[in-house]
């Protein structure tokens, strides 16, 4: 007799059968069930690394006689025909699974995770996520100008969000559990724990509320420990030890992160720019633009392979300082190009470590201008790991995130005074030349809007930022039909206010309070200000919080209130529509 149908998984989304997913919620606990897929999330997503990494590192031996993961040694070593053919190989890749799922693969990796999480309750295609990650570190490992850390993230994101729901978990959960996956994602890509949770916690969750913390920093852990245990223990970055101590390398560093915030913005208008330009192509030719872009690579790899992959040797080169001055001023530039003609065209990958290629080379550069002006300084691959780190924080407006995994992916700690400062300051030049990130930009254009991670009692504007001025108000003894006319020149909601000599506010005098209540018509020459206007109103004063207003207003039916010093002198009014505008509560 066959089984019931309801015993088996769906093979289409690999979801367990009901009756396993009774199991799996009644064995514990809510609370300790995710704990449970905390642990498991991270298991995941340190598995999935060593599995990705294990394809990256096949195909660029298969492609390139490589035995590692860098493989610009065998790419400088081998023919301009395979330098030009191996691209074109990963290009058409792209273009026949666009074509075979009949959608394009494009979009940022880590803004599609950011919608998840704030707009889609954490709900992500699983298979897509899949797919979309196996094609990437494919690409990557064909020459493709990305990170691999893009199909790590994407992987881990979508277990997360798997697991929360195959046992059906609430909307809060599923957000975290895949920002674990995530976080997790990119602390197995470059062995960076620390980094990686406060990357998740300021750049994914927009918040280090303690309660986050908590489950981020132990998918991480778990995550790391894998990668450490099957991949291996050691910075991602092995270089000569730097210190930068000295005042005038300090000021240097200012100097770098003012330079590197500059960068960090044309960095991500680059990448927007060239993704819009190529928006406005014709639908028919999509599907066909990643084969286009990458046979553009293959072209540019005939001169030389520094801009293929995800440039993990030249940053190496550039941190140890034996990249000559015109590679490291020429590269940036053209791995911006070729990096957002290829995001833009569709080929998946991650926008992270191109980040790290361009920043570290702006650095090296940086460094050895400076030692040719000012002899006998630091050498130029303490100046590239700045760069680095400075180029993170500006095009993720993530300074904290930023500076750990520098700090962690170089093991050098005596660096970190001038890379936090350099940091701090091209996250704030840039930010202010380009408001949003590489990562919310490009949910601005899709009209998703992420909360901010600065505190509300930071964000909050004051009553006295919003209120504004009175320019008509009345002596008590203002006679009635001058009060009638000033009131009907008022705009819709405004008042007219009652002040003495000294401009202390008496009272409130409104048009719709006067209805059914004016004096005998014999007696209307005799009545003034003072007969009509009302002194119950409670004023507000510039030291209330705006949820106090707001509370206010709450008890009143007037649109505007007006707002007094300690001695009730009248400093202006402040409207109910200003506040649900501009106001945070």
Request: aromatic fraction near 6%; charge should be neutral; include cysteine.
């Amino acid at each position: 007799m066959p089984e019931p149908a309801a015993v088996h998984p769906d093979l289409r989304t690999g979801a367990p059968s009901p009756w396993l997913r009774r199991i799996l919620r009644g064995l514990l606990g809510q609370e300790r069930r995710f704990w449970v897929l905390v642990v498991g999330v991270g298991l995941i997503s340190g598995l999935g690394a060593v599995a990705l990494l294990a394809v990256l590192r096949f195909t660029q031996h298969l492609f390139w006689q490589s035995n590692t993961e860098h493989f610009l040694a065998g790419a400088l070593a081998s023919p301009g025909w395979r330098r030009f053919l191996v691209p074109v190989l990963g290009g058409a890749l792209v273009t026949l699974v666009s074509l075979i799922v009949g959608q394009p693969l494009r979009g940022h990796g880590t803004a599609g995770i950011i919608e998840s999480i704030w707009v889609k309750s954490g709900r992500l295609p699983f298979p897509r996520a899949l797919l979309r990650g196996f094609v990437s570190i494919i690409a990557v490992a064909l020459g493709a100008p990305l990170g691999r850390e893009g199909a790590l993230l994407q992987t881990g994101a979508a277990s997360g969000s798997a697991l929360s729901g195959w046992l059906r978990l609430g909307p809060g959960q599923a957000r975290l559990l895949v920002a674990c996956g995530a976080s997790a994602g990119i602390a197995s890509a470059y062995n960076v724990p620390i980094g990686a949770a406060l990357f998740g916690l300021e750049v994914l969750l927009g918040s280090f509320a303690l309660e986050l913390f908590g489950p981020i920093v132990v998918s991480c852990v778990v995550a790391t420990l894998v990668s450490r245990t099957l991949i291996a223990d050691h910075p991602s970055y092995v270089i000569p030890h730097y210190a930068l101590t000295h005042p005038r390398e300090l000021l240097l560093a200012l100097m770098l992160g003012v330079l590197v915030g500059g960068a960090s913005a044309l960095y991500v208008r680059g990448i927007n720019f060239t993704s819009d330009l190529l928006d406005r192509l014709p639908a028919w030719l999509t599907p066909f633009m990643p084969l286009v872009a990458m046979t553009l690579v293959g072209a540019t790899a005939l001169a030389g392979p520094y801009l293929m992959g995800n440039g993990y040797d030249s940053v190496n080169m550039a941190l140890h300082g034996t990249l000559p001055l015109t590679l490291l001023l020429l590269l940036p530039l053209a791995k911006l190009a070729v990096t957002s003609l290829c995001a833009g065209a569709g080929v998946p990958g991650g926008l992270f470590t191109p980040s790290l290629f361009f920043g570290a080379l702006l650095g090296g550069a940086f460094g050895m201008l400076v030692e040719r002006v000012l002899p006998g300084g630091a050498p130029s691959g303490a100046y590239a790991l700045l760069g680095m780190g400075a180029v993170l924080a500006g095009t993720t407006h993530a300074s904290v995130s930023a500076v750990l995994m520098i700090f962690e992916m170089t093991g050098d700690y005596d660096l970190i005074l001038p890379l936090m400062l350099a940091a701090v300051v091209a996250a704030v030049v840039s930010r202010r030349l380009e408001p949003e990130s590489l990562y919310t930009s490009v949910l601005v254009k899709r009209d998703v809007h992420v909360p901010a991670s600065v505190p509300h009692w930071l964000r909050e504007e004051g009553v006295r930022s919003m209120l504004s001025p009175v320019t008509l108000r009345v002596p008590p003894s203002a006679p009635f039909d001058e009060v009638v006319v000033l009131l009907l020149e008022q705009p819709p909601g405004a008042d007219l206010y009652v002040t003495d000599a000294e401009g202390r506010l008496l009272g409130v005098i409104t048009l719709d309070a006067l209805k059914g209540h004016l004096p005998d018509h014999s007696l209307l020459q005799a009545t003034v200000a003072a007969d009509v206007m009302d002194s119950g109103v409670q004023p507000i004063t510039p030291d209330l919080s705006l949820s106090e207003v707001a509370a206010r207003f709450g008890r009143t039916s007037l649109e505007q209130l007006p707002v007094v010093d300690g001695d009730r002198h009248l400093l202006g009014a402040l409207s109910k529509g200003d506040l649900l505008k501009r106001g945070r509560f």
